[in-house]
């Protein structure tokens, strides 16, 4: 029969629980009781039907302690008149707590509300709107208090994160907690203690004005008349990226390549110096403003993830020229041919004809299924034919 059942009545109950609607009310005192339960019951029919199964249904309600049923008078021709479940009440929280059996839970939801209220009523809101992740952050719930506590006493500290001073808090703990510490700091801070142009828990120390370790650019000059410490000539290079952004190298060619190998490997061209990549994210090169005086050679995995960075790095430097992510290079090491595990399908709108000619083949499966042909793999004679190309056309 598809009558409401206890266990029907308790998950209707359990819904309000996980949403965190029972203890949001616990947070804002707007209380969810007295509330009537959906209930589906027999109609007359089935009553005179199945007399004995609506017993046992009505005996079954009744027996559940923190529910108030109400009854309505049902007259049989052959059994008389018996009462029936009419409807179902949950009269308090505490009620609807009981039958949940989350007593303990809700009383430490309480305790969080109240610690919040005491030392930061601002975030009594949060608490309301997030009620359930509070609980589940209840054992750090005191030491994230005391990371808006120590914010809010020094905005915008200008240190590294190992340097605030908290007891019982480390600087690992801040960062593994840098999402919610987020939310619970837009509430709790002053508009001018936020960076509103950085976002996400990577951009958390700049966002709250804390000291971040600096992007480094590594690079190498390729051409030893260039060479920043002549007296030792070439050597692998790492600059913040402010620094590499004063650097005015002099050179007239700059290559860009994702593999470490090829990047160390990478043979002597005059007037040229190559940077190690870092896959997407090329924000840091923008602040060089030299660059963009500079013939700029992007060498990229030729898969579609290396076009969606070529087209991401054009988002910098509009003149990028893609390197040996042609579809004559990709068909000269077909045995070489990988898989790419996660391609992307989007739509790039910075890629010239002929590379958006290959990365639509590559997307859509037009040469085999998610091919990819990663850099390390082009033979370096290849390499030196097509930088000795370069140089006869003057490129």
Known sequence: ???????DLRAQVQKLWERGDILASLATGESLFPRRLPLKCPTSAEMSEHFDAVRAW?????????CRVEMR????RVFGTNAVPHAVWLDSTEDALKLLGKQREAARFIALVDMTRARHPELSDWLARKPQRALALAEDWERLLA????LKAHPRPGVYLRQVDIPGVHSKFIERHRGVLSELLDSALPPAAIDTAASGVTQFARRY?????????RFRMLDRAHALLPEIGERDMALDAESFSRLGPGVSRVFITENEINYLAFPPIQDSLIIF???YGFEMLGRAKWLARCRIHYWGDIDTHGFAI???????????????????????FEAHWGTEIRPTAR????????????YDDLRDNRLGKNIRLEQEHIGFGWLESALAALAMRGG
């Open 1 to 7: 029969m598809n009558w409401t059942s206890p266990a």
């Open 209 to 217: 004005g804390f000291l971040d370790k600096p992007v480094c650019i």
């Open 277 to 279: 990549g870092a896959g």
């Open 347 to 358: 739509n790039l709108t910075r890629l010239g004809l002929e590379e958006q000619a290959l």
């Open 147 to 150: 990371v808006v506590a120590w």
């Open 58 to 66: 009505i005996s079954a309600l009744r027996e559940i302690a923190c």
């Open 310 to 332: 070529l087209d991401q790095l054009r988002s910098q430097f509009g003149h990028v020229e893609s390197f040996l992510m042609n579809r004559a290079t990709l068909l000269a």
């Open 73 to 76: 008078a049902f007259r049989h």
